[in-house]
């Protein structure tokens, strides 16, 4: 359906709100290839597949590489989980295809199934402080969560700590109900350097994708951890 036909005064307005407020709010812009990146993790968390369709070929026209698409959509799964994911997987997998890109993609794992714990931990560490060195031994959860979501994701190449952090923080706002995760990792980010002004830039990017609730959320989040 051709929305420009059957909904004209609608996009109109979504699409100067997106382009060119949003976008071009001064001191609120980021780099092209950032906002994309910020911007299909929002749309993961937000299970927006159709508009994933649409902006994904812009990423890369972008400057998003597809190795730096399937690592998003990767670790997605940690905080989305494989049955919200799946659908996204699989379209990247289409446009990635019809681009005439060879898939699989260049291998991207750097630990082993014997040292992803403690690889796992050492991210963990480093992102967070070093009382994570001992956190995976409160149980089996905290240990799954080192050495899958940290050490199985987290240690992949394609994406620095920095990205990474930035794209937990994208889908954790954009699902929602998580804003006890959304504060610790919005301190994850700022002590890897995404500072509050980087992160409320990222907020403001994602607002159109995500609504003004879960954004202004999102900011209070921030706040808190900036205050801590």
Request: proline share 5%; aromatic share 8%.
């Amino acid at each position: 359906m051709n929305f420009y036909e059957t909904d004209p005064e609608f996009m109109e307005r979504i699409e100067h709100f997106v382009l060119e407020e949003v976008v071009k709010e001064p001191g609120q812009e980021l780099p092209d290839d950032t906002r994309y990146m910020a911007v299909l993790a929002t749309l993961l968390g937000c299970q927006g597949l159709d508009v994933y369709r649409e902006m994904l070929p812009k990423a890369l026209n972008a400057g998003v590489t597809p190795v730096m698409v399937k690592e998003i959509v990767y670790q997605a799964v940690d905080y989305l989980g494989i049955g919200r994911v799946m659908p996204f997987l699989s379209v990247t997998n289409d446009i990635l295809t019809a681009r005439g890109i060879k898939l699989p993609l260049p291998a991207q794992a750097t630990t082993t199934m014997e040292n992803r714990l403690e690889k796992g931990v050492e991210a963990q560490a480093e992102i967070f402080g070093e009382h994570m060195k001992e956190a995976w031994k409160a149980g089996h959860i905290n240990r799954w969560l080192a050495a899958n979501c940290f050490g199985d994701y987290y240690t992949r190449g394609g994406l620095d700590l920095r990205q990474r952090e930035m794209i937990t923080f994208c889908f954790l706002m954009a699902q929602g109900g998580c804003e006890p995760q959304l504060i610790s990792h919005a301190k994850g980010n700022m002590n890897l350097g995404n500072d509050k002004g980087f992160l409320i830039k990222v907020v403001s990017q994602c607002l159109p994708y995500i609504g003004y609730p879960r954004s202004l959320n999102a900011v209070n989040c921030v706040n808190k951890a900036a205050e801590a």
